[in-house]
């Protein structure tokens, strides 16, 4: 079965420094991977997604991501934190032919002034 | 810019009560989806449907059930409440031509308690 693992529950960052938040994808076919954020009181929205093309997919708000097939991660970054980025941030998997997405258990990221 | 609209935002109802939770979307996507969101659960697949009267169970359908009678309209409902169904209610849509690869977007979501 297909598994998405989000390895830290809670980040926090000051303004202005990176953001790394992790993400282990389960293999056993392609995957399309995709990150989603959830803003407090918000629905969720697309930060990016990958579906085998290039490895390294940038995205929305200066937020980036690389496929890395031989670690079977997807880490989101962002070179510089901003307090607005303070939100709930999935990583998503799914794989061709399947309708369906399976979450990770989400990312808490705080960002201090 | 695709619109996924939800009844309510916050419902309080009794146990054993019939709840129904509607999501509306307008772009004419084929596929709707209903998950729930638990804190450190993430998202998890109720059910979806990928066309008028046709649904497919997801990882979490006990104590659940849906119906779609209108491409736009997909309802979740629950037969006879209980305190564990306490949880947000996210609804979601996608176009429906590509499958796993497709994006999904997302209502504001249905906060539901049940006392």
């Known amino acids: 079965a297909q598994s998405v693992t989000q390895l830290d529950s809670h980040v926090s960052v000051s303004e202005g420094t990176p953001v790394l938040l992790r993400c282990n994808y389960s293999?056993?076919?392609?995957?399309?991977l995709f990150w989603y954020v959830q803003h407090p009181n918000k629905g969720l929205q697309l930060l990016l997604k990958?579906?085998?093309?290039?490895?390294l997919v940038k995205g929305i708000n200066g937020f980036e991501a690389e496929f890395k097939k031989s670690e079977t991660s997807f880490h989101l970054t962002k070179p510089s934190a901003h307090m607005s980025d303070a939100a709930e941030y999935f990583c998503?998997?799914?794989?061709?032919?399947?309708?369906?997405?399976?979450f990770g258990s989400g990312t808490r990221l705080q960002v201090q002034p | 810019d695709v619109k996924v609209t939800q009844s309510s935002r916050y419902l309080v109802k009794r146990t054993g009560e019939k709840v129904f939770l509607e999501c509306v979307q307008d772009?004419?996507?084929?596929?709707m989806f209903w998950y729930r969101q638990d804190p450190g659960l993430g998202l998890r697949l109720i059910y979806f449907?990928?066309?008028?009267?046709?649904?497919e169970k997801g990882d979490i359908p006990e104590g659940y059930s849906v119906s779609r009678e209108k491409k736009e309209r997909f309802s979740l409902i629950l037969e006879s409440a209980s305190t564990n169904q306490t949880s947000m209610y996210l609804c979601?849509?996608?176009?429906?031509?590509?499958?796993?690869?497709?994006?999904?977007?997302f209502g504001p979501g249905t906060r539901l308690l049940v006392l």
């Open positions: 772009m004419d996507h084929e596929n």
């Open positions: 998503v998997v799914s794989y061709t032919g399947r309708r369906a997405l399976t």
């Open positions: 979601a849509s996608s176009p429906g031509l590509a499958g796993g690869t497709e994006t999904q977007y």
């Open positions: 293999s056993s076919y392609s995957p399309s």
């Open positions: 449907s990928y066309d008028v009267k046709m649904k």
């Open positions: 990958y579906t085998s093309a290039a490895t």
